[in-house]
């Protein structure tokens, strides 16, 4: 199982061979979930699996629901917050425009990993 940009998939032999859709899952309970399936891994269908974080999410309690929900508030606007810090170095930078650009998509890329 590895997270790549914020999706967690299940990968055998180097193969994607499955991929746990957010969905319309929050932010929070889709980090919970994955968090959850990464550590209670087995052998087991990945939909047994994921029904199962699923469960985790739902007999959490709402204080920690919420403790939760702060966390993943506070990585947004850090992430929005050095997203915009670095953007503004780039643009003081001299180089070519699309030398550039490609840092900037790569940049707004992850601040996009920890929208809510």
Same mark, same amino acid.
């Given at each position: 199982?590895?997270?790549? &940009?914020?999706?967690?998939?299940?990968?055998? /032999?180097?193969?994607?061979?499955?991929?746990?859709?957010? %969905?319309?899952?929050?932010?929070?309970?889709?980090?919970?979930?994955?968090?959850?399936?990464?550590?209670?891994?087995? &052998?087991?269908?990945?939909?047994?699996?994921?029904?199962?974080?699923?469960?985790?999410?739902? @007999?959490?309690? *709402?204080?920690?629901?919420?403790?939760?929900?702060?966390?993943?508030?506070?990585?947004?606007?850090?992430?929005? /917050?050095?997203?915009?810090?670095?953007?503004?170095? *780039?643009? %003081?930078?001299? %180089?070519?425009?699309?030398?550039?650009?490609?840092? @900037?998509?790569?940049?707004? /890329?992850?601040? &996009?990993?920890?929208?809510?």
């Amino acid at each position: 199982m590895e997270m790549i &940009d914020g999706v967690l998939y299940l990968i055998r /032999d180097g193969d994607i061979v499955h991929e746990f859709e957010k %969905g319309k899952l929050t932010t929070g309970a889709y980090k919970h979930m994955t968090s959850w399936a990464i550590q209670n891994y087995t &052998d087991q269908p990945p939909e047994e699996l994921w029904r199962q974080a699923e469960n985790a999410w739902e @007999s959490l309690s *709402l204080q920690n629901k919420t403790a939760i929900w702060s966390i993943v508030i506070a990585e947004s606007q850090n992430s929005k /917050d050095i997203c915009d810090g670095l953007l503004a170095t *780039l643009n %003081g930078y001299q %180089g070519f425009s699309n030398v550039k650009q490609a840092f @900037s998509q790569a940049i707004k /890329d992850v601040r &996009d990993i920890f929208k809510e």
